[in-house]
């Protein structure tokens, strides 16, 4: 639970600044746009690449592998400029969305045997009280310091996960081999 409300309070974060980023770089407000389509057109993609990714590296390696890289290329796009920065956005949607399918395989192989459903529901409720504080929470943050802060907390926020991650691997090595991803 801790690792996906985590991974999607980074995403909430950097969706929060990502337009005021495009505006300070100099774009408009079709830049916006077509730096969210991009941003999410990635995160559409990014469901079946990360889900390739966990079954050649597995859910830990996978999950370390792409909040890894979630941090930095949300750290990159503080570096770049307009026109590489939106280039660099599917890549990014790819890993910041992505991240969540890996996610949602281990609730079944981690719930107790016959309590799937409430494991999920424990799970969402994670997630979704997440998303609706993250933004909250970031905004905050970035008040009392910048916006640039604010993005570079999601950014850790990404690389917290891996510790976490690391920290499921013995839960998950106890189960049986077809039931791992």
């Known amino acids: 639970m801790s690792i996906g409300a985590l991974d999607t309070a980074a995403r909430m974060g950097y969706l929060l600044f990502l337009p005021f980023l495009i505006h300070a770089l100099g774009g408009t407000s079709a830049s916006v746009g077509l730096g969210l389509a991009l941003l999410f057109m990635g995160g559409a993609l990014g469901k079946a690449t990360c889900n390739w990714l966990g079954q050649r590296l597995g859910v830990i390696g996978g999950v370390i592998a792409t909040e890894l890289a979630t941090a930095l290329l949300i750290t ?10 939106l280039a660099l956005l599917p ?5 910041l969305n ?31 009280g997440s998303s609706g504080l993250a933004p909250i929470a970031y905004g905050v943050f970035a008040d009392h310091s910048s916006q640039t802060f604010g993005i570079l907390a999601a950014a850790l926020t990404a690389t917290l996960i891996a510790p976490l991650a690391l920290a499921l691997r013995p839960a998950l090595s106890v189960l049986p081999r077809a039931g791992r991803r």
Do not use: K, N
């Open 76 to 85: 990159a796009t503080l570096l770049l400029p307009l026109t590489p920065m």
């Open 91 to 95: 890549v990014l949607g790819i890993v």
């Open 98 to 128: 992505g991240t969540s399918s890996l996610l949602y395989g281990t609730v079944p192989e981690l719930a107790p045997a016959g309590d799937t459903g409430r494991a999920f529901a424990f799970f969402y409720t994670s997630v979704s």
